[in-house]
């Protein structure tokens, strides 16, 4: 029995227990190694990060399923289309839109919270981006398809605990925005999505898949003090992926075949930090703001090392329609890179982040959320609302959920009381303090099951759970942006007649 390629079968690994699985597998490539025979697979509904060469021994050959012959589809050019992906789940998530203000009822008066938010979000589902269609693990966010009126809504808080729903969220992937985007109001829909656009922003259409994308080729990135795996494929030279380490200079992110070839590379280097203005400085934790029309070579070699970790747009060699703003961890060395993101200088849509990326070594330490913080501190300074750009990974997802919802519990805790009414606020009030776009505040409130329906109107619930658990994330986030140590004046892009 010969396993070839597209064939699915189960394959063993371990899973975070430490414990052995048989998830089905899609073989993607085969190839002969000193005789021997290795598997590159994709573990169908798991982020495409987890995908390996594998040996016989892990592969289950009695439930194997070969692959049927199918006709293939024409396209407008008379091409045959490309080869179909993984399974795809979708996930549609309702918006709505409303004031609110903040009040104490006893738990008991409470009306049922499933019909409360039936009436609210009916018939508000929300239109997938047009261009967003992403791989088999990756959870797409939309864009609502109508704005509900605005419908005055008092909050309340509330004594007892109260249960909060968790969206089943498959486990989706980015495609990587390296000239412009991990870790989301994100919600996808069943509207038809149409072609891409073409302009600066970065959003990936399915039609460029193909089996050479599918696979990680970069075996391992030594960069600084650290040594990266990649989790996906990047366009770097062919001549470099047969090598087992990728050398990149941490300052000005060149890249070379070799260590001596570094080492003869930062004799010359001048580089100690990236190029491009410092436009805020606390402690170690700086970030530089980087033209990609004037730091061409620095912003493409930071695409090329982003999209290792990014896996939902297309890269693209263009920068000029890009900012890059780096965060940096400063010491006697020099000032080494964390994390980023993008963004476009004209954004037709309110996008204040086309990529954002912290890289492996610096995750789960509070980065992601910083870099999140200071692209919404940016936009007050601009003084717009914004929103980052569809689709977020699976970890993007996750970390604008929790940045969003802290956001806005914040400022629904400090909302007091006058003259013995309750507190007042509304949707777009909240939306004007915070810079995040009203949408994203709706789909934060409604994921966080705050809005009831009480005497004839839409109040938001907050119950003890919920502030409890809120006050001990706050106790957790130890990284936050000081609004006095930003030094940054907007411009106007489209005064310009050239970027």
């Known amino acids: 029995m010969e396993v070839v390629e597209g064939c699915r079968l189960p394959v063993l690994r371990r899973n975070q227990e430490n414990e052995d699985e048989w998830p089905l597998a899609e073989i993607l490539s085969v190839k002969d190694i000193s005789g021997r025979k290795v598997f590159y697979v994709h573990y169908i509904d798991f982020n495409k990060r987890l995908d390996e060469w594998v040996t016989p021994e892990r592969l289950d050959l009695k439930k194997i399923q070969f692959p049927k012959k199918e006709a293939k589809t024409p396209t407008k050019n008379g091409l045959p289309g490309s080869r179909p992906n993984s399974p795809e789940r979708e996930l549609g998530l309702p918006y709505l839109a409303a004031s609110a203000s903040l009040q104490r009822v006893p738990v008991d008066k409470l009306p049922d919270r499933t019909n409360s938010i039936e009436n609210v979000t009916k018939n508000l589902l929300s239109k997938r981006k047009l261009e967003a269609v992403s791989l088999a693990t990756q959870c797409s966010p939309v864009t609502p398809a109508a704005a509900a009126p605005e419908i005055p809504t008092p909050v309340y808080a509330q004594n007892g605990s109260a249960r909060r729903p968790m969206p089943q969220v498959a486990g989706r992937k980015r495609k990587a925005n390296c000239l412009g985007t991990d870790e989301d109001s994100q919600d996808s829909s069943d509207g038809i999505p149409s072609a891409p656009r073409m302009t600066g922003s970065l959003v990936s259409d399915r039609s460029h898949d193909d089996i050479v994308t599918r696979m990680k080729n970069i075996e391992c990135i030594e960069l600084g003090r650290h040594r990266l795996k990649p989790w996906y494929f990047s366009p770097y030279p062919q001549e470099l992926t047969s090598l087992p380490v990728l050398y990149l200079c941490e300052f000005c992110l060149k890249y070379l075949k070799s260590l001596k070839c570094l080492q003869r590379h930062l004799t010359k280097c001048n580089l100690r930090h990236p190029p491009g203005n410092e436009i805020y400085r606390k402690g170690t934790i700086s970030f530089f703001e980087i033209d990609g029309r004037k730091n061409k070579n620095y912003s493409q070699n930071l695409c090329l090392l982003a999209k ?91 970390s604008y959920r929790s940045y969003w919802s802290q956001t806005i519990l914040e400022i629904l805790m400090e909302l007091k009381s006058e003259n013995g009414e309750r507190p007042q606020i509304t949707i777009n009030e909240i939306s004007e303090l915070t810079s995040i776009k009203k949408e994203d505040v709706i789909s934060t409130l409604q994921y966080l099951n705050l809005i009831n329906y009480y005497k004839g109107q839409y109040i938001l619930t907050l119950s003890e759970d919920i502030v409890e658990g809120h006050e001990k994330a706050m106790m957790k986030r130890h990284l936050r942006i000081d609004s006095k140590c930003l030094h940054f004046t907007p411009k106007d892009w489209s005064k310009r007649g050239k970027w």
């Open 308 to 398: 290792c970790f990014l896996d939902h747009k297309t890269l693209y060699y263009d920068t000029d329609p890009f900012l890059f703003y780096v965060m940096t961890e400063y010491d006697c060395k020099g000032f080494h890179i964390v994390g980023y993101f993008s963004k476009e200088k004209e954004s037709t849509e309110d996008y204040n982040v086309a990529c954002i990326l912290t890289l492996p070594p610096y995750q789960r330490r509070g980065y992601g959320k910083l870099l999140i913080e200071f692209s919404y501190e940016l936009s007050k300074v601009e003084g717009k609302t914004g929103t980052p750009e569809k689709p977020l990974s699976d970890l993007g997802l996750l």
